[in-house]
């Protein structure tokens, strides 16, 4: 997905299609948030407002039919928000003195009307990439050609493959090209400089979201990208950046020192880019070619003792290992030379997507008109992003059963999920 999911205080909420509800003990009947990133003020906040049990009752009672302001006044009194804060943050929406649900909204039957078509139509997709497998073999295969010039061990083409086309085309172009083609609505608000829409789902659809690769988490740091890639069944991952960001956030056992653990997430992440910073110049260098301590440090200008606990870490996290006395990259590290692979995967990719939905848009369109967002008059473009994540979800997990991809599950992966990728910021436009 294209965002980056960071949380540096307790009261901003995941980015994503799956992200963190507002009661984490599931009292409340919407799992809630946004896709992108929502101001840190609670009232500026659709997933802060809609945290509490009785506002998400308010906003399923109006998904039925729509409130006058009166009525909505008196719900919410005695909250810190107002009805013009639920429609500057796009939740409500005015229209003939009555107030409509404003943003996706999924009660469990469109949630499982949703899955259902997507897996047909995720099938459909897949089936048009496997029809071109031979053109997307051979440009992974030039790829593996480079990176065996530069000693990366094994055969990285199903890695290849899996985060290029699965993450860079599938996911953040394929969003581009929607966009673009008006088939979606990008960021639904702006407000304080932050882009979003926001997002609910009631709880109870029981759908597992194993095996559907849609998510990407990024940290670009010197010119160099840390991702991980792979479903939100596998969260939290055990990769980079991911790791660093689970450091800033727990403080578990200071739960009530709230300005104090933002004061400290905030002194870490201010260092968590000096530390990504060197990790990613030593695997930029160890995707060139093997190197010892010595060589690593004098490449990367990291001094020794960091390297050899860089390296240490690298290790444990399976992103490296030491053969014959030196380290060699043991992920798929992309480097400069690979951007025309990568431009023509990403290419190719954008253009079976754009015939696919050519041919299945409108039928999509019909097939799904009567969900309770577009019921209350949300446009369908709208509500396109989260469809279109379920079907490219489940396309990437049928290439997956297909071999075309690298199994993220594999029986050989210490930690499953999803795959990594250290790649320089100029082979693709990043979240």
């Known amino acids: 997905m294209r965002w980056i999911l960071k949380i540096l205080v307790p009261l901003l909420f995941l980015a994503g299609t799956d992200a963190i509800s507002a009661d984490p003990d599931r009292k409340t009947t919407l799992s809630l948030g946004v896709t992108g990133s929502a101001p840190a003020d609670p009232s500026r906040n659709p997933a802060a407002i809609l945290g509490s049990a009785d506002t998400q009752a308010l906003v399923l009672a109006i998904a039925e039919r729509p409130h006058s302001r009166a009525e909505i006044e008196a719900a919410i009194s005695g909250q810190d928000f107002t009805v013009d804060d639920m429609v500057a943050v796009g939740l409500l929406r005015s229209e003939a003195d009555f107030y409509w649900i404003d943003f996706n909204l999924l009660l469990v039957q469109d949630q499982l009307q949703i899955l259902t078509l997507s897996e047909d139509l995720g099938r459909s997709l897949a089936d048009k990439f496997l029809e ?69 789902k009631e709880r109870g659809a029981g759908i597992s979201l194993k095996g559907l690769y849609w998510g990407s988490h990024n940290d670009m740091v010197g010119g160099v990208t840390l991702t991980t890639f792979g479903d939100h069944h596998s969260l939290p991952r055990f990769g ?18 709230a300005e104090e653990k933002r004061a400290a997430a905030l002194l870490l992440a201010a260092y968590e880019q000096d530390v990504n910073g060197d990790i990613a110049r030593v695997m930029m260098e ?3 070619e093997a190197l010892n301590e010595r060589a690593l440090a004098a490449r990367t200008t990291v001094e020794e003792g960091k390297v050899d ?26 480097r400069p030379e690979d951007a025309e692979p990568v431009a023509k995967m990403v290419a190719l990719g954008r253009e079976i997507m754009a015939d696919w939905h050519e041919a299945n848009y409108a039928s999509i ?22 469809i279109w994540h379920f079907v490219f979800g489940f396309a990437n997990r049928m290439l ?32």
């Open 286 to 288: 160890l995707g060139r």
């Open 132 to 200: 071109r497998r031979g053109e997307l073999e051979a440009i992974a295969k030039r790829h593996e050609a480079i990176a065996k010039r530069h000693e990366q061990p094994g055969e990285f083409s199903a890695e290849f493959l899996f985060l290029v086309l699965g993450c860079f085309s599938l996911d953040w172009d394929g969003l581009d090209l929607t966009e673009e083609r008006g088939w979606r609505l990008g960021a639904q608000r702006t407000l304080d400089g932050h882009e979003f829409t926001p997002w609910a």
């Open 365 to 386: 369109r019909q097939a799904l008109s009567d969900l309770t967002p577009i019921r209350n008059g949300v446009p369908f473009e709208q509500v396109y992003t989260e």
């Open 309 to 334: 606990r860089i390296l240490a870490f690298l290790e444990a996290a399976e992103y490296v290992e030491r053969k014959d006395g030196a380290w060699q990259a043991k992920v798929l590290v992309l």
């Open 240 to 257: 980079l950046p991911d790791l660093f960001w689970l450091n800033s956030t727990s403080f578990q056992g200071l739960e009530g020192f």
């Open 400 to 431: 997956v059963e297909e071999g075309l991809f690298a199994d993220p599950y594999a029986e050989s992966r210490r930690y499953q999920g999803f795959l990594p990728v250290v790649w320089d910021a100029r082979l693709a436009e990043s979240p």
